[in-house]
């Protein structure tokens, strides 16, 4: 059974801090790209960070959060991360990690992951 469980989500002050965890099992953690995508209220769902699969440490970014977002994978534990820095309140979203195998320059596709996380919800406000 495949399953992804995102969490870490919760409310912060603009210019804090939240690490999302993306806990996966059944599967071949290494084998799949894991990316993050987020939905804003009335917003489409959008790419922010990927980590490529193949065993390594190749990542990407979204414009709108590369310096601030870092993502991450631990191998032994068979989970991701998402380190969000210096939030704005333009970062309120559910985040979503999700599995695939996308071609370099497909990675924001969404519709090449093939399973997903239920999301965690990130409010950034004062």
């Known amino acids: 059974d495949v399953q992804l469980q995102a969490s870490g989500g919760g409310l912060v002050q603009p210019g804090g801090a939240l690490r999302l965890s993306c806990a996966t099992s059944?599967?071949?953690?290494?084998?799949?790209?894991i990316s993050w995508f987020r939905q804003a209220p009335g917003k489409e769902r959008e790419w922010v960070a990927a980590?490529?699969?193949?065993?390594?440490?190749?990542?990407y970014y979204a414009d709108s959060i590369k310096g601030r977002f870092t993502i991450s994978r631990d191998y032994a534990k068979n989970t991701a991360y998402l380190q969000m820095n210096s939030l704005k309140p333009e970062d309120t979203a559910i985040y979503y990690c999700?599995?695939?195998?996308?071609?370099?320059?497909?990675?924001?596709?969404?519709?090449?992951?093939?399973?997903w996380g239920q999301g965690t919800l990130v409010t950034v406000s004062s």
């Open positions: 059944g599967f071949t953690f290494r084998d799949y790209t």
């Open positions: 999700a599995r695939g195998r996308p071609p370099s320059g497909s990675i924001r596709n969404e519709g090449l992951y093939h399973d």
């Open positions: 980590t490529r699969n193949g065993g390594g440490s190749v990542t």
